[in-house]
Nanobody, 123 residues
Framework: QVQLAESGGGSVQTGGSLILSCTAS????????MGWFRQAPGKERELVAV????????IYEEFAKGRFTISRGNAKATVYLQMNSLKPEDTAVYYC????????????????WGQGTQVTVSS
């Protein structure tokens, strides 16, 4: 099993920035891709960004390109999501995810999920 612990959520105004962190523990290994999904009130959950274990390959949903950056820490089991130029529509619960194998666009491919951290952007 892999456990995921998120931190860094909070409230900001439009145009502000936040950094989310996720640390994996348990049976995390060098073949685990990690990333972030989010779910806004009344909407379906959607992918934000994913990064491979090595950190050399990433995917971003369209809305995240140019504003969000996913990265790995020196301790590979930690992943960050730097979010800039935040908008009210970015308000959501952000979930850290992990899967054995490479990056995937498909939500059901991710075996491990964190509890989620709330991000609220006010206008």
């Amino acid at each position: 099993q892999v456990q995921l612990a998120e931190s860094g959520g909070g409230s900001v105004q439009t145009g502000g920035s936040l950094i989310l962190s996720c640390t994996a523990s348990g049976r995390i290994s060098g073949d685990h891709a990690m990333g972030w999904f989010r779910q806004a009130p009344g909407k379906e959950r959607e992918l934000v960004a994913v990064i491979t274990w090595s950190g050399d390959s990433t995917i971003y949903e369209e809305f995240a390109k140019g504003r969000f950056t996913i990265s790995r820490g020196n301790a590979k089991a930690t992943v960050y999501l730097q979010m800039n130029s935040l908008k009210p529509e970015d308000t959501a619960v952000y979930y850290c995810v992990a899967r054995s194998g490479g990056r995937s666009w498909i939500e059901s491919d991710y075996e491990f999920w964190g509890q989620g951290t709330q991000v609220t952007v006010s206008s």
